[in-house]
């Protein structure tokens, strides 16, 4: 197969196997690879597709060397297949100590392919190499899920950012951004990796602003205490965009955890507020008494008492009236991220909403033959609330927490079997009717950063709908080839889009000229928002 340069002249294949190597980043092995493929298909395409044949690289002579094998037969009555097979009279002349049933290996001329199969092996050289260069970068990617990488924005597709990584591109869903953020192109944006994809264009990385572990990584960067690891982030909780918690703690007594973050005049926390585009950040000491680490969570709320809730993972957080608004926060949002900081639910409540209910349960519990207003503190103190609860309680442990005798004990416990069973037929009203909750949170875990297949395609092929001149079939065409963005589309030759999508060559070239204005019309949209 000649290989010829752009005068036309004859070129040695090592030095374009070193050039590509070198240039591409690539192994010589892959580019030899490429070749071998390409000779072959072309060989294939001239021969017919029933022909054994092998290519291989010879590094003395420079060339690929190309052999067909064919079957040797006894002569012409039993050849059925002239280019697998060959008679023992012809193979004779090639190979004098050939036998019937032999495999002849015959060296073929490359120059007979012609200038068609020329043309047809570069094309498979390029896409090898294409290939070889995706596989490269995914690997190159697959790992640094996690890590926070920087680059720069080159456009806007349907809301969702592509950022230019220098090695491939990386995309900023709109899901993944943070509220009220705008990027223009050429635009430098930094992201936290949460999931590597292989695409048509190397590797697809899906980058994102609003995950908690972006925070994190932040304050690895900027506080060296964390970096080194004497301070760790032990929890984070995230409103992206408007607020974020982050809970610290120091593993040296002598290192202020929250100092450490907030540095010197507030200037850590400030680089990082900057660069979260002034989503304000509280930064609260850890602490592994969840209670006390709600309390934490919950400032600058003032927390009057906590009852936690081991069996239910829930607390009871009671504060003065004063600071009920504050430790709720806006539309929730305090005790939202308090919850999620924490990992366990929250229901906060006023202390005047407390006594109230704590009132009711009293009298419910009074209400009940053989006690009283005093035995019913007693037991609302003991964390007993309702008759169902009081009528599980041992008799023995009764007497003990009232005083009572043991018949007396037993009698309270069936009146309180009886009141639980009228509650349960509504002929009175349940303790929960009375109970007064002003807000309340439960942690929320951390939406996953995986599209379903389904609802990624359906995206894809709208995006694709909205090209000029593209119907529905070639959307579809587009989206089941493995496109991703229209810029895939542009990148690849007219050839390329209509070997994987199918679509016959005009129709490819058509969704690439409309491909091509598409993203021309977003570079104009972008300059002109610039200028002005």
């Known amino acids: 197969m000649p290989f010829l340069d752009a005068g036309g002249k004859s070129i040695k294949l090592a030095d374009v196997v070193t050039s590509v190597s070198r240039d591409k980043n690539l192994d010589k092995s892959i580019i030899i690879e490429a070749l071998e493929h390409a000779v072959l298909h072309a060989a294939r395409r001239k021969m017919g597709a029933t022909a054994d044949i092998e290519a291989n690289y010879n590094e003395e002579t420079d060339e690929i060397d190309l052999f067909q094998y064919r079957t040797v037969v006894e002569d012409e009555e039993a050849l059925e297949d002239n280019v697998a097979e060959i008679t023992f009279e012809e193979a004779k002349k090639l190979d004098p100590d050939v036998e019937v049933g032999d495999a002849l290996g015959i060296n073929l001329e490359t120059k007979q392919f012609g ?118 982030v032990e929890s984070a909780a995230r409103d992206a965009g408007l607020r974020s918690k982050v809970a610290v703690h120091s593993k040296d007594p002598l290192v202020d955890p929250v100092g450490a973050c907030v540095g010197m005049k507030g200037a850590r926390v400030q680089a990082i507020v900057q660069e979260l585009n002034g989503e304000k950040v509280d930064i609260v000491p850890w602490d592994s008494d969840p209670a006390k680490l709600v309390c934490n969570a919950l400032a600058p709320a003032v927390v009057s008492k906590v009852i936690v809730d081991d069996e239910h993972h829930s607390m009871e957080v009671v504060v003065a009236e004063d600071q009920l608004s504050l430790a709720i926060g806006k539309k929730g949002q305090n005790v939202r991220l308090a919850a999620q900081l924490s990992g366990w639910k929250l229901d906060i409540k006023s202390e005047l909403k407390v006594e109230e209910q704590l009132a009711t349960v009293k009298k419910v519990l009074a209400d009940i033959a053989g006690l009283g207003d005093m035995h019913a503190g007693i037991l609302v103190h003991e964390g007993i609330k309702t008759p169902e609860e009081l009528s599980e309680v041992n008799p023995r442990i009764l007497c003990r927490l009232l005083n009572l005798e043991l018949d007396n004990a037993e009698k309270i416990i069936e009146a309180a079997k009886v009141k639980a069973s009228e509650i349960e037929l509504g002929q009175i009203q349940d303790t929960e009717d009375y109970q007064a909750s002003d807000a309340a949170a439960i942690p929320q875990e951390e939406a996953p950063v995986k599209d379903s297949s389904k609802a990624d395609r359906e995206a894809r092929i709208a995006m694709f709908k909205c090209l000029g001149g593209v119907g529905e079939a070639a959307a579809y065409a587009l989206a089941d080839a493995g496109y991703i963005t229209i810029g895939d589309i542009v990148a690849d030759s007219a050839d390329e889009v209509a070997q994987k999508s199918g679509l016959s060559l005009g129709v490819a070239r058509t969704v690439q000229i409309a491909a091509d204005r598409y993203l021309q019309e977003i570079q104009s949209s972008s300059e002109a928002s610039d200028n002005d």
Do not use: C, W
């Open 115 to 232: 200038r068609i199969a020329a043309q047809a092996a570069k094309q498979i050289i390029v896409q090898k190499v294409r290939e070889a260069e995706r596989a490269l970068v995914y690997d190159e990617f697959k790992d640094r899920i996690g890590e926070v990488l920087s680059g720069y924005v080159v456009r806007v597709e349907r809301k969702d950012i592509i950022v230019d990584l220098g090695r491939t591109e990386a995309v900023i869903p709109v899901k993944e951004q943070m509220v009220g953020e705008r990027f223009r192109v050429k635009d430098r944006v930094q992201g936290y990796v949460v999931d590597v994809r292989k695409a048509t264009r190397g590797a697809q990385v899906i980058l994102s602003r609003a995950h908690t572990g972006f925070i994190t990584k932040l304050f690895e960067e900027h506080v060296t205490e964390i970096y080194d690891g004497i301070v760790t």
